[in-house]
Nanobody, 117 residues
Framework: QVRLVESGGGLEQPGGSLRLSCVVSGIIFRIYDMRWYRQAPGTQRELVAD???????NYADSVKGRFTISRDNAKNTVLLQMNSLKPEDTAVYFCNGFHFRTNRNYWGQGTQVTVSS
């Protein structure tokens, strides 16, 4: 059974930091591209950051310079360090694992991030 379990969300003030964690089981983690998406109420789910199986990273323009994605293949974990948080970062954040060759795609249940004073 494939499981992606996010944690680390919560309420933070503008300018603060949060670190999201996603622990993965049931797949060969190291061969998957890992992504963080977010979805705010009334909006479409958007890609925030991704890290390939080789360790290359990409970010949405809205989070560049503030968010950092990383992975620990030994712990089957992908992290999203979020600094200088803004109210517009408020959303449910989802962890995603994607394997290009097989087109397998897995999602976590999401974790709420709220940025408010």
């Amino acid at each position: 059974q494939v499981r992606l379990v996010e944690s680390g969300g919560g309420l933070e003030q503008p300018g603060g930091s949060l670190r999201l964690s996603c622990v993965v089981s049931g797949i060969i983690f190291r061969i998957y591209d890992m992504r963080w998406y977010r979805q705010a109420p009334g909006t479409q789910r958007e890609l925030v950051a991704d890290i390939t199986s080789g360790g290359s990273t990409n970010y949405a323009d809205s989070v560049k310079g503030r968010f950092t994605i990383s992975r620990d293949n030994a712990k089957n974990t992908v992290l999203l360090q979020m600094n200088s948080l803004k109210p517009e970062d408020t959303a449910v954040y989802f962890c995603n694992g994607f394997h290009f060759r097989t087109n397998r795609n897995y999602w976590g249940q999401g974790t709420q991030v709220t940025v408010s004073s």
